[in-house]
Structure formats: C-alpha cells, structure tokens
C-alpha cells in the first residue's frame, strides 16, 4: 500500500496563478483533510470530507476550494493565488471520525 | 492562549538520556494524538489515547484528563529520534474529528 500520497510535492506559483493539488490514499478511508502548515504555528484545517462527494469547510477555507469525486482522491485548489498562501499543504485520511490520521508527504508551495 | 500548548519548544539531548515533552489544553477533549515529524516533512502518527498509558518501543505516552496534561517519554534516546513532536487534541463534542494542534517540540539528540 502507498498509503496517502500527495502531488506535486513542490510548486512555484505567481501572484493570480491557478492550481491543484491532489492527494490520493489506498487505504479505503472515507475522511479525508486538507491541512497546511506555517512557522509558528500549528497545523490548521483547510477543507475536509467525510465521504465521496461531500465537502466542508475546516478553520481557514478562503481562498481554496475543494472536491472529492471519487472516495480515494481528495483535491485541493487555489483559484488565484497569493503570497500568503504560502505554506507546506498536508493531506491526511482517516477510516472514520475517531480513528488516527495518515498523513501525506507534504506539497510546498510557493506564491511570488 | 493557544488551546493546545506544548513544552519545551526545543530540546536537545545526548544519545542515551530520558526525554520528556509535555502537552498541555484548555479545552475538554475525546482524545489526544502524538505525531512526529521528520526533517523534509512527513508526519506520522505515534499515538492516540484518551486515559492512561500507551507504550510503543522506547516511547511511552501518558494522560491525565483531569489535570489537561500529556507527557511523550522516549527513552534510551537515539540520534535517529532528532525531530518535531506534535501534540493534537480532538475537541470533545467536536465535529468530524477536527484536531486542535500544538506549535510543535524540536528534539535533537546529538551522539
């Protein structure tokens, strides 16, 4: 099993760029997260879902959309983006609402 | 306040010593996981618990719900245990497993 995997794993974006991320997992889980990481602080919660083809939002959605079409795939996009969306994006899966998260590799990002 | 805080923020140890890092949250909660993240990034989960102690290897997690408080405990430290500990709660009554996360504890064991 690969387990979560994330791609790219790095990125160079300019001001008003669009694009996606995508994080795939193997592991038939059926929530799936979008987290990202900044100095400083601690991880924070993008998007999540809690099964195929549901959506919600976690503590910093603006900015990002999100879409899980299929149960195994899990999307993150940024429509235009900026500087301080600069961050290390983390994709994490769980079996169900109590279980532990799987966490991807980590995509960075950076928006000039 | 953060609502989940972490002690100390870095820590370094010679191969060998008992390490202790120390969580503490001010919110109620159903569980708490401890994480490690390597340098280059990837984060995996070391343990989840909600009352007691769970031991895995060297490392040793303990709880104490009534006192918002959590020790991770590695013993016999090893340069290979150089990391980020992260320490997260799930708040209780909290939807869909949402994870409250502290700021993180960088341990370098030097040899």
């Known amino acids: 099993n690969a387990g979560v995997t994330q791609t790219p794993k790095f990125r160079v974006l300019k001001t008003g760029q669009s694009m996606t991320l995508l994080c795939a997992q193997d592991?038939?889980?059926?929530?799936m997260y979008w987290y990202r990481q900044d100095p400083g602080m601690g991880l924070r919660l993008i998007h999540y879902s809690v099964g195929e083809g549901t959506t919600a939002k976690g503590e910093v959605p603006d900015g990002y959309n999100v879409s899980r079409l299929k149960k195994q795939n899990f999307l993150l996009g940024l429509e235009s983006a900026a500087p301080s969306q600069t961050s290390v994006y983390f994709c994490?899966?769980?079996?169900?609402?109590?279980?532990?998260?799987?966490f991807g590799p980590g995509t960075r990002l950076t928006v000039t | 306040k953060n609502e989940v805080e972490q002690s100390p923020q870095n820590l370094t140890a010679q191969e060998g010593e008992f390490i202790t890092i120390n969580c503490s949250y001010s919110?109620?909660?159903?569980?708490l996981h401890w994480l490690q993240q390597h340098p280059g990034g990837g984060i995996v989960s070391l343990f989840m618990?909600?009352?007691g102690k769970k031991k895995h290897g060297r490392l040793i997690a303990t709880i104490n719900i009534q006192e918002k408080h959590s020790s991770l405990h590695i013993t016999a430290s090893h340069p290979r245990d150089s990391a980020v500990y992260i320490c997260a709660v799930r708040n209780y009554g909290g939807a869909t497993n949402k994870l409250i996360f502290g700021t993180g504890t960088l341990l370098a064991v030097q040899p």
């Open positions: 618990l909600s009352s």
């Open positions: 592991m038939n889980h059926e929530y």
């Open positions: 919110v109620g909660i159903s569980a």
């Open positions: 994490a899966s769980s079996f169900a609402d109590v279980y532990e998260q799987y």
